[in-house]
C-alpha cells in the first residue's frame, strides 16, 4: 500500500470502518511510514479543534425567553 | 441501539406514527417531568452545534438564532409524542435540520445554493495535493508535527474562528455531516439517517471535510 492509497482510508480507520485485512494492511503501512502517521495525527487534532467548536454560549435573551417558554409548557411541575 | 437506527434510507422525519416507546432515556424523563436544570443543560450542550447548522443554512445571525429558537419551540410540543426510536438528542438535530431547511426553502431567491460536488470548491479536489508524493506514491515532505504546539494556541480563539470558517465554506452536503458528526458528536448511522444517506456515503463526505479543514489548519499553523 502507498502512502497516497493510506490517506484515502484514514478516515475509514479513525471511524473504526474498515474490514480487518484493510486495517492491518494500514496499521502495517503506518508502522513503518513516519509521513503517515504525522498525517494521522494531523487528522486526529484537526478533529479535536473541530470538536472545540460545540463550545458556544447561547445569548442571554434566548436563554431566557427558552426557559420561560419550558416554564410555560410545564407549568405544574415547576411549583 | 441498533433498532433505532431501521429507518429506511430517504428518512429525514422524526417519529414515526403507531409504535410504543422503545427506550426509556432518563434525560428525556427528566424533561418531561419538568426538569428545567435538565432542559438549560441541553440549551447550552447542544447551542454551538445547532447554531453552526443553522448559520450553515441561513448565513445570517439573526436568523439562525430564530431556527433555533423554534427548533427548541418544536422540541417542546413534540416531546410528549417523542417515541424514542431515535435518540432524543438526534430527535433534536433532525428538528433543526427541518426548520433550517424549510426556512432556506423561503429565502431561497436571496441565496446562492450549490448542492453539487465541484473540484473548485473547498471540499472538493483530492484529499491531499498530489503534488505532495513522488511518481511511486510516496509523500516527498514529512507533514508538520503539531504534536509541540501548545493548546493555547491550538485552541485559540484565532485557530478556531479560521476552522469555522473553513466549515462554513464548505457545500452544505459536507458541512452538514461534519457538523453533526464531529462538532454535535452523533454517531455516523444516526448522521446518516438523518441525512438519508448511506454510511459508506457519510464516511466519504466526514472524509472530504476532514480532509479540508485539516489542509486550512496546515497553511494557518505553518
Redesign the interface.
Same mark, same amino acid.
Given at each position: 500500500m502507498t502512502c497516497r492509497q493510506v490517506v484515502q482510508l484514514l478516515t475509514d480507520y479513525l471511524e473504526g470502518a474498515l474490514p480487518a485485512a484493510e486495517r492491518a494492511l494500514v496499521e502495517e503501512h503506518l508502522a513503518g511510514c513516519d509521513a503517515c502517521t504525522a498525517f494521522l495525527a494531523q487528522l486526529r487534532t484537526a478533529g479535536r479543534v473541530v470538536a472545540e467548536l460545540a463550545e458556544v454560549d447561547v445569548p442571554a435573551d434566548l436563554r431566557a425567553d427558552l426557559l420561560r417558554a419550558f416554564r410555560d409548557w410545564r407549568p405544574a411541575a415547576s411549583e | 441501539m441498533s433498532i433505532a437506527y431501521r429507518w429506511g434510507s430517504g428518512a429525514r422525519h422524526y417519529p414515526l406514527p403507531g409504535v410504543a416507546s422503545l427506550t426509556t432515556d432518563p434525560e428525556l424523563e427528566a424533561l418531561?417531568?419538568? /426538569?428545567?436544570a435538565a432542559?438549560?443543560e441541553l440549551? &447550552?450542550?447542544y447551542?454551538?452545534?445547532l447554531?453552526?447548522l443553522a448559520m450553515g443554512h441561513l448565513r445570517d445571525r439573526d436568523a439562525a438564532?430564530d431556527a433555533?429558537?423554534e427548533t427548541?419551540?418544536q422540541v417542546?410540543a413534540g416531546l410528549d409524542r417523542f417515541e424514542g426510536r431515535s435518540s432524543l438528542k438526534t430527535w433534536i438535530f433532525g428538528i433543526l435540520l427541518n426548520v433550517a431547511r424549510s426556512r432556506r426553502r423561503r429565502e431561497s431567491r436571496l441565496l446562492p445554493f450549490t448542492s453539487l460536488f465541484r473540484r473548485d470548491e473547498p471540499g472538493g479536489g483530492p484529499? $491531499?495535493d498530489p503534488d505532495r508524493?513522488n511518481k511511486?506514491? +510516496?509523500?516527498t515532505?514529512?507533514? &508538520?508535527?503539531?504534536?509541540g504546539l501548545p493548546e493555547s494556541r491550538?485552541?485559540s480563539r484565532e $485557530?478556531?474562528g479560521r $476552522?469555522?470558517a473553513a466549515?462554513d465554506e464548505l457545500p452544505p452536503k459536507l458541512r452538514e455531516v461534519?457538523v453533526l458528526h /464531529? $462538532?454535535?458528536?452523533l454517531p455516523?448511522a444516526d448522521v446518516a439517517a438523518l441525512l438519508g444517506i448511506s454510511?459508506v456515503n457519510q464516511?466519504v463526505r466526514?472524509?472530504r471535510a +476532514?480532509?479540508y479543514?485539516?489542509r486550512v489548519?496546515?497553511e494557518y499553523l505553518r
Open positions: - | 418531561r417531568a419538568g /426538569d428545567e432542559f438549560a440549551l &447550552d450542550g447551542h454551538g452545534p447554531f453552526r438564532e433555533v429558537q427548541w419551540l417542546l484529499i $491531499v508524493f511511486e506514491g +510516496r509523500w515532505s514529512l507533514p &508538520d508535527n503539531w504534536a491550538l485552541l $485557530v478556531l $476552522v469555522g466549515i461534519i /464531529d $462538532v454535535a458528536g455516523s454510511e464516511r466526514l472524509h +476532514r480532509a479543514v485539516r489548519l496546515e
